[in-house]
């Protein structure tokens, strides 16, 4: 299985400052056919099912605030939110879908300082 | 608009089985893979398997095998996720989630509200 690390498992953040969170994977979730990295990244609030932020690594989804913003290739991985706002108080996870089973980061908390 | 609507709360005993569904709408149910996820309490996401309606057999995660079987019901465009022989570490939300490519491998775009599944005597 490929193993998916998020650092840190939370993180305290002032209003309007930057968030960077880090995912790596056990092994690379690159696939050169299609040129594309196998990852993704959730938000989850408290009662919610996660939501879709960020897909093949660095794609925001449609309605995504462009605040939040995704980098990284091969077994490296960053989700990076430019200007904290309290609705982002969530824990974040990332997901590699290039392997089965899938597998999830533990999740990252992320709070207001 | 897309959504994913799964059956309700379960209350179960050790060694039974539950099966919850996950009806789906708005979109060609037969295009896309459908996805089973479960998060215990105060705990991380764990995927559990897979199926799509192009793609054949349904495939799972190790873990699960044996215990566990997704289907789906194209004429009502339900999702079924049946787990067997329950432990009281089965005690989870279990969601269900749309992969957001058709015909491929992709993210999960849409998901279902959870339904929570305690195991207890």
């Known amino acids: 299985d490929i193993v998916m690390t998020q650092s840190p498992d939370s993180l305290a953040v002032s209003l309007g400052e930057r968030a960077t969170i880090n995912c790596k994977s056990s092994?690379?979730?690159?696939?050169?056919?299609?040129?594309?990295?196998?990852l993704a990244w959730f938000q989850q609030k408290l009662g919610q099912p996660p939501k879709l932020l960020i897909y093949w690594a660095s794609t925001r989804e449609s309605g995504v605030p462009d605040r939040f913003s995704g980098g990284g290739s091969g077994t490296d991985f960053t989700l990076t939110i430019s200007s904290l706002q309290a609705e982002d108080v969530a824990v974040y996870y990332c997901?590699?879908?290039?392997?089965?089973?899938?597998?999830f980061g533990q999740g990252t908390k992320v709070e207001i300082k | 608009q897309v959504q994913l609507v799964q059956s309700g709360a379960e209350v179960k005993k050790p060694g039974a089985s539950v099966k919850v569904s996950c009806k789906a709408s708005?979109?060609?149910?037969?295009?896309?893979?459908i996805s089973w996820v479960r998060q215990a309490p105060g705990q991380g996401l764990e995927w559990m398997g897979w199926?799509?309606?192009?793609?054949?057999?349904?495939s799972y995660a190790q873990k699960f095998q044996g215990r566990v079987t997704l289907t789906t019901d194209t004429s009502t465009t339900t999702a079924y996720m049946e787990l067997r022989s329950l432990r009281s570490d089965d005690t989870a939300v279990y969601y269900c989630?749309?992969?957001?490519?058709?015909?491929?491998?992709?993210?999960?775009?849409?998901w279902g509200q959870g339904t929570l599944v305690t195991v207890s005597t």
């Open positions: 997901q590699q879908y290039f392997g089965t089973p899938q597998t």
């Open positions: 989630a749309r992969e957001r490519d058709p015909f491929a491998r992709s993210s999960l775009d849409y």
């Open positions: 199926i799509t309606y192009y793609n054949g057999n349904p």
């Open positions: 708005g979109y060609t149910f037969t295009s896309h893979g």
């Open positions: 092994q690379s979730v690159f696939y050169s056919s299609d040129n594309k990295n196998y």
